[in-house]
């Protein structure tokens, strides 16, 4: 297949994130086909930029199959990815497509890794998270690791005053239903939310953060072998209190009729940051390495909003993916190209270790 025949897609692509990823496709150069389940939807994106389309549910995998033989590279953006990731995955696997997308499910990313095998016997790539979960934390991971090789705990962070498209909403619901995660001693770990609670300076000042279950717990693991893995937000003193207390209530907010419900009042609610906004707003990236001996390194990027950095960082892979023969397997973003992909987004700063 040559270069110019190698056909991009973008399922999902009538989502907040989707349609940002065809615009900045048709950027770079590429004609990506528009695909997802809602047909109105689709077809009037795809008027709207002057692309082709397919319509089609993750319902049947011989459907999905079908869709995909002339496919290179999927970029699966329709979630919740715990309900899209795997029929796609295993039709890509089927077709002989690449599949990547903008999870940040440590349940998706286990997935993938559980299925390394089946991509290598395909020659394809399963690369979940090629957005701002994870790149941005998988690559001052992997950064820190070279910098401490012996390193046997990871602590990463990021502040960013973003407010949450409609999808990432939805999937924070089911996160809060799921509670905390970490890893210990190369275990995945439940524990509950705000597990741990602590003062971080993730470069714009000191302030207080607790745990949460990001998808590096799963995926620095695999770019970096350390065993211990947490991974903190800012909150409040008060909003920490309040994510402790939603413990007791995780039992009730599991219930499927309280997620639907929940899911549709965030649908509405939700509309994630505009131009303007996106434009604004930075992130500040954290991480923290220790060795037995009790050494520590600590490592600063700031970069663009997640957002942002989601459309342009997604069709980099894609690019990556479409220039290059890449063996079959599952990678993570600096494991699939290098720890320096983060450098490759506009206005990213060097990362300042101290």
Same mark, same amino acid.
């Given at each position: ?28 150069g590429y004609q990506p086909i528009l695909a997802g389940r809602n047909q109105a939807a689709i077809e009037a994106?795809?008027?709207?930029? #002057? ?15 079908? #869709? ?28 002989? !497509?690449h599949y990547t997308d903008i999870t940040g499910e440590i349940g998706v990313f286990e997935l993938a890794q559980?299925? #390394? ?15 701002? +979960?994870?790149?941005? !934390? ?48 190369? $275990? ?90 996106? $434009? ?29 950095? !989601? ?26 190209? +290098? ?16």
């Amino acid at each position: 297949m040559t270069e110019s025949n190698k056909q991009l897609m973008i399922y999902g692509a009538n989502g907040y994130t989707g349609k940002l990823i065809a615009k900045e496709a048709i950027e770079k150069g590429y004609q990506p086909i528009l695909a997802g389940r809602n047909q109105a939807a689709i077809e009037a994106l795809a008027k709207e930029l #002057n692309l082709s389309s397919r319509v089609f549910s993750l319902n049947f995998e011989s459907e999905v199959e079908k #869709n995909l033989t002339d496919i290179h590279l999927v970029i699966h953006c329709a979630g919740p990815f715990s309900a899209t990731a795997e029929p796609m995955m295993q039709a890509c696997i089927k077709s002989k !497509t690449h599949y990547t997308d903008i999870t940040g499910e440590i349940g998706v990313f286990e997935l993938a890794q559980s299925l #390394n095998e089946q991509a290598k016997a395909a020659g394809i790539v399963l690369c979940s998270g090629v957005g701002f +979960d994870v790149i941005p !934390t998988d690559c001052l991971a992997s950064l820190l690791k070279e910098k401490m090789p012996d390193a046997t705990y990871l602590a990463l962070g990021f502040d960013s005053g973003s407010s949450m498209s409609p999808g990432t909403a939805k999937t924070s619901i089911e996160g809060v239903a799921s509670g905390g995660r970490v890893r210990l001693n190369g $275990e995945i770990t439940q524990v509950p939310l705000a597990y741990k609670q602590r003062q971080i300076d993730f470069g714009d000042g000191s302030k207080n953060a607790v745990t949460i279950p990001w998808g590096d717990v799963s995926t620095a693991f695999y770019s970096t072998g350390i065993p211990n893995i947490e991974v903190y937000i800012p909150i409040s003193p008060k909003g920490a209190k309040s994510m402790r207390k939603m413990n007791w209530f995780r039992w009730l907010i599991k219930l499927k009729f309280v997620q639907n419900k929940m899911k549709q009042q965030v649908g509405k609610s939700a509309k994630g940051p505009n131009e303007l906004q996106r $434009e604004k707003l930075r992130t500040f990236l954290w991480g923290e390495v220790k060795n037995a001996a009790g050494d520590k390194i600590i490592g600063r990027i700031e970069t663009c909003n997640g957002y942002q950095l !989601t459309y342009i960082a997604a069709v980099e892979v894609a690019k990556f993916l479409i220039d290059n023969e890449v063996e079959g397997g599952t990678y993570t973003p600096s494991k699939l190209i +290098d720890n320096q992909l983060i450098f490759k987004i506009p206005t990213t700063s060097e990362v300042v270790f101290s």
